[in-house]
């Protein structure tokens, strides 16, 4: 089973040399995979939705929408439980069960698209276990946060959610091909009829699904045996509800839920987009593009965040959010222009890039600010350094926890508001304008409590 570490110093430079950082390296590549094969299974099932109706699932456009508004919907709630359920059975284990938790999802996938009399019911129920995979980052990342020094916290984080952000873009880019072959013969059902307009042909939608499943069980295996577990903190409830009194919490809460929020939604939301926008247009060799472009700049913007401060990355990001949704808003079709779809995937490449350098550089920022926070009350108080790290890292974990839970809530706003706004107004241009307000209030925010000269928490 994991290992358990009793005496964990990273700001201690003779342990980090000597014995902390190939410690924390191992348990922060464990991390990265497992996080990225939870990323896999989460958003799997928006490119499953784009082709049920294809194969003989009868769904209206707004069935999609929330189909694929689901899976975040759950992560976020799953989040209340996961970022607090591994520092009392220990991060490593937790790696090692949370991974085993998506046999659940991948079977469960695998055995509904084999039915199109499947109830509409039944699809949300499956959409919904789709969601466990989006609970990871809650723990996966806190803990990780405890395993480097303050110096070295911002790329690490960035590395581990950068890398296993990327999870989606792999799921995107593999199982439109994946589906094409019979990879499990027998063992994996008969094929589906996939028909649009006039091509026809043979697929296998559950091998989106069982694809999956060997690696989850070397990666929950390698993570029994080879992750650590820190000594427990015992983060609780009321750990988060004490993090939640102080300001810089909410916060930081809301710039991560710009940036994150609007990786998961767009990545959920963006192939039925191209479809509607463009039906002429075959989206699906693209979509794979921003996903992984923004998974790769959250390292980036980690790295920003250590360097050049976490307040001015973060308002550097929004601007660019901003500047790209007015880009796709003069991209969309009208009734004199049929639009221009390289431009609208530019457009949102940009948005991604700056989503991603938002992650890295926003969620960075919990556990700084709370340490310095502490480091100031612990000269007051005439504490040790010693204890002043635990505070604080207690407090940054918790509020990141926070953080984590209500930032994937974006993932479920952003389709549900494309489908509410495509039902209400027979177009998306509301929603794009809705979200171009949020990133020019969040430029606000980041510019006022961490940027400006001045600033109480200039980090």
């Keep these: 089973m994991t290992v358990s570490i009793k005496r964990w110093e990273p700001e201690n430079i003779i342990f980090w040399l000597s014995r902390g950082r190939r410690i924390a390296s191992r348990n922060l590549w464990l991390s990265i995979c497992a996080l990225h094969l939870n990323f896999n299974i989460w958003m799997m099932w928006s490119m499953v939705v784009v082709n049920l109706p294809s194969v003989g699932?009868?769904?209206?456009?707004?069935?999609?929408?929330?189909?694929?508004?689901?899976?975040?919907?759950?992560?976020?709630?799953?989040?209340?439980?996961?970022?607090?359920?591994?520092?009392w059975v220990g991060g490593g284990l937790w790696l090692g069960i949370s991974t085993l938790l998506l046999l659940l999802p991948a079977c469960g996938v695998g055995a509904v698209v084999q039915d199109i009399s499947a109830p509409f019911w039944l699809l949300l129920l499956v959409a919904g276990l789709?969601?466990?995979?989006?609970?990871?980052?809650?723990?996966?990342?806190?803990?990780?946060?405890?395993?480097?020094?303050?110096?070295?916290?911002?790329?690490?984080?960035?590395?581990?959610?950068?890398?296993?952000?990327?999870?989606v873009s792999v799921?995107?880019?593999?199982?439109?091909?994946?589906?094409?072959?019979?990879?499990?013969?027998?063992?994996?059902?008969?094929?589906?009829?996939?028909?649009?307009?006039?091509?026809?042909?043979?697929?296998?939608?559950?091998?989106?699904?069982?694809?999956?499943?060997?690696?989850?069980?070397?990666i929950a295996l390698v993570c029994f045996l080879y992750a650590h577990d820190l000594p427990k903190l015992r983060i609780t409830p009321h750990d988060q509800l004490d993090a939640m009194r102080d300001p810089h919490t909410w916060y930081i809460c809301l710039l991560y839920?710009?940036?994150?929020?609007?990786?998961?939604?767009?990545?959920?939301?963006?192939?039925?987009?191209?479809?509607?926008?463009?039906?002429?247009?075959?989206?699906?060799?693209?979509?794979?593009?921003?996903?992984?472009?923004?998974?790769?700049?959250?390292?980036?913007?980690?790295?920003?965040?250590?360097?050049?401060?976490?307040?001015?990355?973060?308002?550097?990001?929004?601007?660019?959010?901003?500047?790209?949704?007015i880009g796709v808003y003069l991209s969309m079709p009208s009734e004199s222009s049929g639009g221009s779809f390289l431009w609208f995937l530019l457009m949102f490449q940009l948005i991604f890039f700056a989503a991603g350098i938002g992650n890295g550089s926003s969620y960075q920022l919990a556990p700084k600010v709370f340490l310095i926070q502490a480091g100031r009350e612990a000269q007051a108080r005439g504490e040790t350094v010693q204890q002043a790290y635990l505070r604080g890292g207690r407090r940054g974990a918790s509020a990141m926890n926070v953080s984590s839970v209500l930032a994937a809530f974006g993932g479920f706003v952003i389709p549900k508001a494309f489908g509410s706004s495509l039902d209400w107004f027979g177009s998306f241009v509301p929603a794009f304008g809705m979200f171009l307000l949020f990133y020019l209030l969040l430029m606000a925010v980041a510019g006022w409590h961490y940027c400006r000269r001045g600033a109480p928490m200039h980090c």
């Design 257 to 325: 839920m710009g940036s994150y929020g609007t990786f998961l939604g767009f990545a959920a939301a963006f192939p039925l987009l191209a479809r509607n926008m463009f039906p002429l247009v075959d989206a699906s060799p693209y979509i794979f593009i921003g996903p992984m472009v923004c998974a790769l700049s959250r390292p980036f913007g980690g790295w920003m965040g250590d360097r050049i401060g976490g307040g001015i990355a973060t308002v550097f990001s929004n601007t660019l959010m901003a500047v790209g949704t």
């Design 130 to 167: 789709c969601g466990v995979g989006g609970g990871a980052s809650a723990s996966h990342l806190s803990n990780t946060s405890f395993f480097f020094p303050k110096s070295e916290k911002g790329l690490a984080m960035g590395l581990n959610a950068g890398l296993g952000n990327l999870g």
């Design 57 to 87: 699932f009868l769904l209206s456009s707004q069935q999609q929408f929330l189909l694929v508004s689901i899976p975040p919907l759950v992560g976020a709630l799953m989040r209340l439980i996961y970022s607090w359920i591994w520092s």
């Design 171 to 218: 799921a995107q880019l593999l199982i439109p091909l994946l589906i094409l072959y019979p990879l499990f013969g027998g063992w994996g059902g008969e094929p589906q009829v996939w028909g649009h307009g006039g091509e026809v042909r043979f697929v296998w939608l559950q091998n989106a699904a069982y694809i999956w499943l060997p690696f989850i069980i070397v």
